[in-house]
């Protein structure tokens, strides 16, 4: 049951990140992710270690971004009492200079995998100790067409 337990905690964390992302606030993505955590992503050359550091990169993200990420093909392995890790595909539709309204769709500007590490905190939160980006595809963010 521990075992279930540990990689539902995991999921949640998981899916917890692209909430906090797309509705609600990106700096706070930072609290997911253990105190000397990790952000990698290697095509981009971005490496961010830290939860302050964390914290200050998540909450650099424009005011006017609407983003949906789609997360998909989570599988969770716990590898001991406090690790585990994870692989989860995801899809990210955005735009820059959004400014309300619902936006004309479009394909996603990135598809890739996350590949994560966890730690199953002291007091028994699992939280993030690195995650690593791959794209697969990858394009710039549009910005919405304007109204005249």
Request: net charge negative; proline share 9%; aromatic share 8%.
């Amino acid at each position: 049951m521990e075992h279930l337990l540990a990689e539902r905690a995991c999921e949640r964390v998981i899916i917890d990140f692209v909430h906090r992302l797309d509705l609600g606030e990106p700096a706070s993505v930072a609290e997911l992710f253990t105190e000397d955590g990790i952000w990698e992503w290697p095509t981009g050359e971005r490496l961010v270690k830290g939860r302050d550091a964390l914290r200050a990169y998540f909450g650099s993200r424009p005011a006017d971004r609407l983003s949906r990420r789609l997360m998909s093909n989570i599988l969770v392995t716990v590898t001991s009492p406090d690790t585990a890790t994870a692989t989860s595909y995801f899809a990210t539709y955005r735009v820059d200079g959004h400014e309300g309204g619902m936006v004309p769709p479009g394909p996603p500007v990135q598809v890739g995998t996350y590949e994560d590490t966890f730690r199953n905190t002291p007091d028994g939160t699992w939280l993030l100790s690195a995650r690593i980006l791959h794209l697969a595809f990858a394009g710039p963010t549009p910005h919405p067409p304007r109204s005249s």
